[in-house]
């Protein structure tokens, strides 16, 4: 049996258990936000086309009937619109069953894209656009290390809505650090309430030694929230969450 190419830490989020997996881009453009340790030691690459079309070979073998493909990697979404529109071609000419395309982006990912080529994406089947936001609150954002702020999320998800490509949001409790959970739950549900997400994905937090944030509580700088915080954190947040549940699944 041929393998497929893939390098350093493959995953996809649970709901995405069906879907079939395929190598674009490997590690984060981005790869500064101090919690996170995924892509250590992964340098951020692009797949060659001709590696791409050799795994769709494969998986035209094996799968021929797959309905979805979920793009692995931090944040293919990066990639420039033309790329994306190759790619999505691509993945039509061998996989004719498949309905949609998702994968993970930044924020940033959006921005140098017009509505009009999000739409152009849309058409070829991008949706489902797993967003790892992890707050709305720009103190938190900034100290974390995102690039990116509270009002780039509403006006690039906007640009989304606008397009009609469905994205998932991620919340992470926690990642104020002690004594700031309910802040960051109140500032990040009055940014969510301002879009229309698919689905809100709760992660509590969790720090790993290769991380910049490890470093941080060794030195005392940060100090991690309680459990018993977090559930109140996170009780604060869906209390103060008014999104249209009729179009939203919180997860």
């Known amino acids: 049996m041929e393998l497929l190419h893939f390098t350093g830490q493959v995953w996809r989020p649970p709901y995405e258990a069906s879907s079939q997996l395929l190598q674009v881009t ?13 892509y250590h030691g992964t340098k951020f690459r692009l797949s060659p086309i001709t590696e791409v079309e050799e ?14 493909v979920f793009l692995t990697g931090a944040n293919p979404f990066a990639l ?3 790329r994306l529109l190759d790619l999505g071609l691509l993945i039509r000419k061998y996989l004719r069953h498949c309905e ?15 509505v009009e080529e999000l739409k152009n994406l849309r058409h070829l089947g991008f949706d489902g656009i797993s967003i790892g936001t992890e707050s709305g609150d720009d103190d938190t954002l900034a100290a974390m290390n995102k690039g990116y702020t509270a009002n780039d999320i509403i006006e690039q998800c906007k640009k989304l809505e606008e397009a009609n490509i469905r994205y998932n ?17 109140i500032n990040t549900a009055n940014v969510f309430n301002q879009l229309s997400p698919f689905t809100v994905n709760f992660v509590s937090l969790t720090v790993f ?15 991690e929230a309680t459990e018993h915080e977090r559930l109140l954190e996170l009780r604060t947040f869906i209390s103060r969450l008014h999104i249209n549940l009729n179009s939203a699944t919180l997860l």
């Not at 795994?55 to 979805?68: E, F, G, M, S, T």
């Not at 994968?103 to 017009?114: E, G, H, L, V, Y």
């Open 80 to 82: 420039s619109y033309n």
């Open 100 to 114: 949609s395309i998702g994968m993970f982006a930044r924020i940033s990912d959006i921005k140098p894209k017009t």
């Open 26 to 38: 490997a590690g984060c453009t981005h790869n500064k936000c101090k919690f996170c340790s995924l």
């Open 55 to 68: 795994d769709l070979k494969v998986i035209q073998d094996y799968q021929p009937r797959a309905r979805r």
């Open 209 to 223: 030694s290769e991380s910049e944030l490890y470093e941080e509580i060794q030195r005392g700088s940060f100090v």
């Open 169 to 185: 949001l991620v919340y992470l409790t926690g990642l104020a650090g002690k004594g700031k959970g309910k802040r960051n739950a």
